[in-house]
């Protein structure tokens, strides 16, 4: 099993990121995915998620309205369309899979994002 994520990097006040994570190894379809952020000398927080098939998404209240997290299974990839971006969404961003949304079996390796003047 694997999730490889790329896209991370120093960006700007105000700008658009894009993250992915590809995975392989499991029936990626069948398995809800989430982002999960863990910021500098901080726990992890629980970014977004969405269920197997795209059609339900949900979002912490901190990226409402700025984040958008989608799927394509015959990619076997989901991203994470980040706008609007604020210093305290900098961290290391993990995509996460499992059974079901709020569960994590499976995890990608980590991508750094800095957002920074």
């Known amino acids: 099993v694997q999730l490889v994520q790329s896209g991370g990097r120093l960006v700007q006040i105000g700008g658009s990121l894009r993250l992915s994570c590809a995975a392989s190894?499991?029936?990626?379809?069948?398995?809800?995915m989430s982002w999960v952020r863990q910021a500098p000398g901080k726990g992890l927080e629980w970014v977004s998620a969405?269920?197997?098939?795209?059609?339900?998404?949900s979002y912490a209240d901190s990226v409402k309205g700025r984040f958008t997290i989608s799927r394509d299974n015959a990619k076997n990839t989901v991203y994470l369309q980040m706008n609007s971006l604020k210093p305290e969404d900098t961290g290391v961003y993990y995509c996460?899979?499992?059974?079901?949304?709020?569960?994590?079996?499976?995890w990608g390796q980590g991508t750094q994002v800095i957002v920074s003047l």
């Open positions: 996460a899979g499992g059974a079901t949304i709020g569960t994590w079996t499976y």
């Open positions: 190894g499991f029936t990626f379809s069948s398995y809800a």
């Open positions: 969405i269920n197997s098939g795209g059609g339900s998404t």
